[in-house]
């Protein structure tokens, strides 16, 4: 059973930046693809970064891109989630997910399957 936490939320202000981490265990983390989700109030949960069990191919969101950038340290067991140039539309609670298979790079939603309990971002004007 695998567990995942996160860390790193808070409040920051509109162009700042924070840096989210989660740390994996229970399973061969280096084996695994990991991604980030976000959720803001009063709407669902979105993707917004994933990356392959190496490290060598990352996804985002649109709305992101250029902004976040998602690492992985397979020593640590940790995948990180930088986010730079905040705006007020990325508040939101962050969980991060490791995907259902082994040696899979994540695509979709429907690769993910187990969920951290979350980490708020809050981002103010």
């Known amino acids: 059973q695998v567990q995942l936490v996160e860390s790193g939320g808070g409040l920051v202000q509109a162009g700042g930046s924070l840096r989210l981490s989660c740390a994996a265990s229970?399973?061969?983390?280096?084996?695994?693809?990991m991604g980030w989700f976000r959720q803001a109030p009063g709407k669902e949960r979105e993707f917004v970064a994933a990356?392959?069990?190496?490290?060598?191919?990352?996804y985002y969101v649109d709305s992101v891109k250029g902004r976040f950038t998602i690492s992985r340290d397979n020593a640590k067991n940790t995948v990180y989630l930088q986010m730079n140039s905040l705006k007020p539309e990325d508040t939101g609670v962050y969980y991060c997910?490791?995907?259902?298979?082994?040696?899979?790079?994540?695509?979709?939603?429907?690769?993910?399957?187990?969920w951290g309990q979350g980490t708020q971002v809050t981002v103010s004007s």
């Open positions: 990356i392959s069990w190496t490290g060598g191919t990352t």
């Open positions: 229970g399973r061969t983390f280096s084996s695994y693809g």
């Open positions: 997910a490791t995907t259902k298979h082994p040696r899979v790079v994540p695509t979709r939603d429907a690769d993910f399957g187990s």
